[in-house]
C-alpha cells in the first residue's frame, strides 16, 4: 500500500496528452498531489505540525475553493473554505480517517457534506423568511470587470472561428453547447461517427488557438508575451 | 483504490464534469481528483472560459442569422413595395378578378318558372335563350319516379329528363330554350322495358 501511496506521478495514459499547452505547464511547474505520501501528511496533522496543516491547505485549498464557487457562488467564500479545512483537519485529528491514502476521497465526502448543508440552510432560512416581504436575494454571477474582458475577446474570438465553420459543422456546435444535447444523440441524428465529432470539435479549437494567436501577433502583444516567456 | 483519483481526467472528461455530462462514476473520479490537483482546477477554469465564449458566440452568430433572415423577408416585401412592382401587382389583381368574375356576369341565371295549367289553358311566357327551372303542378299524381319531355310546337323533342313527384310538384332542371313559339313539357310514367310510359300530363308555354 505504500508503494502506491509512494508512486510519484500517474502513469500518463494516452489521453492526456491531449492536455492543453498551459495545463502542460501548470501540471510541469508544480509538483501537485502526485509527490504526497498521505500516511506521513495525515500523522502530521494529527499530531498538529503546522507543517502538516499547510501542506494539507495548500494541497486543498484551491480545490475545496473551485468546488464551493462552483456549487455554491462566490459569497462568503473564504469563510467556507476555511470552515471545511477545519471539519477535514479535527476529523483527521478525531481518527476519523482510518485509511490515510483514501484522504481524497474524504475531503470529498466531507466538502459535499458541506455543499448540502449549505444548501439546506439557505432553503431553510428562504422558508423561514418568507413572510417578511424582503424580497428575493439572488446571487450575483456578475464577474469582474478583467473576467468579463477577457470572456469579450474570448468570444470575439470564438465568433471569428464560428463563422468560417460551415452550417452543419456549427449546428453540431449549437446542439452540444446550447441545446446541451449528448454526444450520442448528436451522433445518431446527425449521422456521425464519434470520431467525426471529436475532430469537429477539436478542429474548432484549433482554430480558436490560430485566430487568437494570430490576433495577438498582429497586435504586438504576442511578441511581449514571447518576450517575458524567454527571460 | 488511489491510482484513480491520481491521474489528469482528459479534456473531454473535463468538460463533461463543466457541463454537468459526467456520469456518477466519472463525476466521483473528476472531483476528488481536482479537489487536490491544482493544475486540472487552471485547466478546468480555462475551459469553462472556453465553453462560456463559445456559447456566447453561438448564440451571437445565431441571433445574426436570425436577424439577416428577417431582413431578408422583409427586403423582398419592399422590393415589391416600389412603383413599377405596385402596378404590376395591381394589374395581376384586376386581371385575376376579371377570370373570376367575368364568367359569371356572362352565365346566365336560370329563370324560375312555375307551370300549373294543363294545355289549352296556359298562355305563361319563358325567357328565350336562358336555363329554366321548372316547377310543373303534378296535385292529383301519385308520387314517384317521372319521365319529363320539352317538345316544340312541331312536335320535336328537344330535350327529356327524369324527376320525381315530391309532394304536388316536379321540379325539373332545363338547358336554355333557343328558338322561339309555343313549347310544351310532357310527364311520362317512366318507361318499363321497351314499352313507352303513359302521359301523365302536359304544360304549355311561350318562349319569346
Not at chain 1, 475577446?153 to 449546428?171: C, F, G, I, W, Y
Not at chain 2, 328565350?128 to 319521365?147: F, K, Q, T, W, Y
Not at chain 2, 310544351?184 to 304544360?203: I, N, V
Request: proline fraction near 4%.
Amino acid at each position: 500500500m505504500l508503494a502506491a501511496q509512494q508512486k510519484l506521478s500517474p502513469t500518463p495514459a494516452a489521453n492526456v496528452t491531449q492536455l492543453s499547452p498551459e495545463a502542460e505547464e501548470a501540471k510541469t511547474s508544480k509538483p501537485g498531489f502526485t509527490t504526497v505520501e498521505w500516511s506521513e501528511l495525515v500523522s502530521k496533522v494529527k499530531a498538529g505540525e503546522d507543517e502538516g496543516m499547510e501542506q494539507l491547505y495548500k494541497l486543498f485549498s484551491r480545490g475545496i475553493r473551485y468546488y464551493l464557487c462552483r456549487q455554491l457562488g462566490p459569497q462568503e467564500l473564504e469563510d467556507k473554505v476555511h470552515d471545511t479545512f477545519l471539519i477535514v483537519v479535527n476529523a483527521i485529528r478525531r481518527g476519523d480517517l482510518r485509511e490515510p491514502e483514501r484522504l481524497m476521497g474524504f475531503v470529498r465526502t466531507v466538502v459535499r457534506r458541506q455543499v448540502a448543508a449549505y444548501i439546506e440552510t439557505a432553503v431553510h432560512t428562504r422558508r423561514e423568511q418568507a413572510d417578511l416581504e424582503t424580497g428575493i436575494t439572488v446571487a450575483d454571477k456578475k464577474q469582474n470587470p478583467e473576467q468579463e474582458a477577457i470572456l469579450r475577446q474570448k468570444t470575439a474570438l470564438m465568433k471569428n472561428v464560428l463563422e468560417s465553420l460551415n452550417q452543419r459543422d456549427r449546428d453540431i456546435l449549437v446542439r452540444f453547447y446550447l441545446m446541451e444535447q449528448s454526444q450520442e444523440q448528436i451522433c445518431r441524428e446527425m449521422s456521425l461517427t464519434e470520431t467525426q465529432f471529436r475532430l469537429l470539435k477539436s478542429r474548432a479549437k484549433a482554430k480558436f488557438g490560430e485566430i487568437g494567436k494570430k490576433k495577438l501577433t498582429a497586435s504586438g502583444i504576442f511578441s511581449v508575451f514571447v518576450r517575458t516567456q524567454a527571460s | 483504490m488511489q491510482d484513480i483519483y491520481l491521474d489528469h481526467p482528459t479534456e473531454e472528461a473535463l468538460e463533461r464534469f463543466v457541463l454537468n455530462h459526467a456520469d456518477e462514476k466519472e463525476l466521483e473520479i473528476v472531483e476528488t481528483h481536482i479537489l487536490a490537483c491544482e493544475s486540472c482546477v487552471t485547466r478546468l477554469e480555462g475551459l469553462e472560459l472556453q465553453i462560456s465564449a463559445t456559447k456566447l458566440a453561438l448564440q451571437q452568430v445565431r441571433n445574426e442569422q436570425f436577424a439577416k433572415q428577417a431582413t431578408k423577408k422583409t427586403a423582398s416585401w419592399k422590393t415589391w413595395a416600389t412603383a413599377p412592382g405596385l402596378s404590376l401587382a395591381g394589374g395581376l389583381a384586376v386581371l385575376a378578378l376579371g377570370v373570376v368574375l367575368v364568367p359569371q356576369f356572362s352565365q346566365k341565371q336560370p329563370a324560375a318558372v312555375a307551370l300549373s295549367a294543363y294545355r289549352g289553358l296556359e298562355n305563361l311566357t319563358v325567357p328565350e335563350g336562358r336555363p329554366l327551372h321548372i316547377s310543373l303542378n303534378a296535385n292529383d299524381l301519385n308520387s314517384g319516379p317521372v319521365a319529363v319531355e320539352l317538345i316544340n310546337e312541331n312536335g320535336r323533342k328537344l330535350w327529356q329528363g327524369s324527376s320525381n313527384i315530391q309532394g304536388d310538384k316536379v321540379e325539373v332542371s332545363v338547358p336554355q330554350i333557343s328558338e322561339r313559339g309555343t313549347h310544351f313539357f310532357r310527364l311520362y310514367t317512366p318507361k318499363s322495358g321497351q314499352a313507352e310510359g303513359d302521359l301523365l300530363r302536359e304544360f304549355a308555354f311561350q318562349v319569346k
